[in-house]
């Protein structure tokens, strides 16, 4: 549907008013419709025809134009009534030994069943301005006007989009820093092709024991502290996303990698792998999830509008609210880059540990960072008469063993964050 056709079907859906004071558009009265709909004693019209297009007409329509968020296909569609989705898995059970007395035949075996809350948690507004002279002056040709149209909801629709392309990104991120996530080391498959081969071969093993019932591809034990039994699960390929950063995928053979899924590569980049710019952790390479891992749910999608009077314009509001969370009760690998820094033959593992006042928070709650990766978190509830003290790894000083103080070189007091670019020992993160 072009302009013309817009302009036309806003008209013959408009009210008699309307129909009566603007013409029907062809290709040469352009600037006669305009006239009309932005005429000063027509300020009906001309909400009338703004409503319309807004809350009719362009989505549906200028859609094609606007940037779309590589991970919307993980998203689960609009929530039902009221603000909170629950995640609810029943896990595997043990066999009994069978008992020919039926002894136990009144006994209640009740199913491990576990569960998980989601509420929304993302309420934006988008507002953009729009005057008389603006709309006046896209009426000069139909090239202004759809100039201007795409001003108005491209701004809207891909500011929203770009942050929900974040947020979910973030998530990942989130799951990681609240141990929700398996990790599995690799050597960085951007420095070499052996490194990509081994890689690709890493994400085969991984994605081919998703498939069998195990507890080996879930963190859930670790995600929460009030269950105890781990959660046996699989996931079939078809239920499995590989999320890869682009820099990745130009180093990797992608023929392997979709082989590894048993699709052709137009198959398996259409339905399985997910490309994105790069990952909020930068030592992320990649994900390999069950699509039920992001818990995405729309709440609300509406436009409202407000017209100043005394002003003169009109404010236009594109209201988001969903629902963005993880699920730990599904299988979900994070692949992660590692080295071997001290080169004594081994990529260890180093432990984080936190000793924090009360009313401090750490945002990232993992225990363990790898070696040659890197690790951050933000410190929050941090007072100004507070030290804030961060060692890694110790020296020897007058035959004592000392904790190397890094604080200087990796805290940031303004902000609370701490970033530590090369992990290459034991972390200890002290508030007092």
């Given at each position: ?8 079907t806003?008209r ?17 009265n352009?600037?006669?419709v305009?006239?009309?709909i ?19 007409i ?30 609810i898995?029943?896990n ?29 948690n ?15 002056k ?10 201007y149209l ?11 989009e ?34 990509g ?33 781990a ?12 999320i ?31 490309t994105?710019?790069?990952f ?22 509406t436009?409202r ?41 081994t990529v260890e ?20 960072a ?21 060692t ?17 070189e ?12 090369v ?10």
């Amino acid at each position: 549907m072009n302009l013309q056709e817009i302009l036309n079907t806003i008209r013959e859906n408009a009210s008699e008013i309307y129909q009566q004071r603007v013409p029907e558009a062809t290709r040469a009265n352009i600037q006669e419709v305009g006239e009309a709909i932005t005429d000063p004693n027509n300020a009906v019209v001309a909400n009338e025809f703004m409503s319309t297009l807004l809350n009719m007409i362009i989505k549906p329509v200028l859609h094609s134009k606007l940037f779309s968020n590589p991970l919307k296909q993980l998203k689960k569609g609009k929530k039902p009534l009221g603000d909170t989705i629950e995640e609810i898995y029943t896990n595997f059970i043990k066999a009994e030994t069978y008992d020919p007395t039926g002894s136990h035949l009144l006994q209640r075996s009740l199913p491990d069943t576990k569960t998980v809350f989601h509420r929304m948690n993302r309420k934006d507004r988008y507002k953009i301005t729009s005057s008389p002279e603006m709309l006046a002056k896209a009426f000069m040709s139909y090239e202004a006007l759809e100039s201007y149209l795409a001003t108005l909801i491209n701004t809207l629709y891909n500011s929203s989009e770009l942050d929900e392309f974040v947020l979910t990104k973030q998530l990942i991120k989130e799951a990681l820093d609240n141990n929700a996530m398996k990790v599995v080391t690799v050597a960085d498959p951007l420095l070499s092709a052996e490194n990509g081969k081994e890689f690709i071969k890493t994400v085969k093993t991984i994605s081919g024991d998703m498939v069998f019932p195990n507890a080996n591809n879930n963190a859930y034990l670790d995600a929460q502290s009030a269950d105890d039994k781990a959660l046996i699960t699989f996931s079939r390929k078809n239920e499995q996303i590989l999320i890869i950063d682009n820099a990745t995928e130009v180093s990797v053979n992608v023929d392997v990698l979709a082989s590894v899924f048993n699709m052709t590569v137009a198959e398996f980049n259409d339905t399985r792998k997910i490309t994105i710019d790069a990952f909020p952790d930068p030592d992320v390479r990649a994900v390999l999830v069950d699509e039920a891992f992001f818990q995405i749910y729309d709440d609300l999608l509406t436009f409202r509008e407000f017209e100043n009077g005394e002003g003169l314009y009109k404010n236009y509001y594109l209201h988001v609210w969903q629902t963005l969370a993880y699920s730990i009760l599904v299988n979900a690998v994070a692949f992660t880059v590692a080295s071997d820094e001290d080169e004594d033959g081994t990529v260890e593992t180093f432990d984080v540990t936190y000793s924090l006042k009360t009313g401090v928070k750490s945002s990232n709650k993992r225990k363990t960072a790898i070696e040659g990766g890197a690790y951050s978190t933000t410190l929050s509830g941090v007072k100004g008469t507070d030290t804030v003290t961060v060692t890694m790894g110790t020296e020897t000083v007058e035959e004592v063993e000392t904790p190397i103080d890094i604080t200087d070189e990796v805290y940031d007091a303004d902000s609370g964050k701490i970033m530590i670019d090369v992990v290459t020992d034991d972390i200890y993160i002290t508030v007092a």
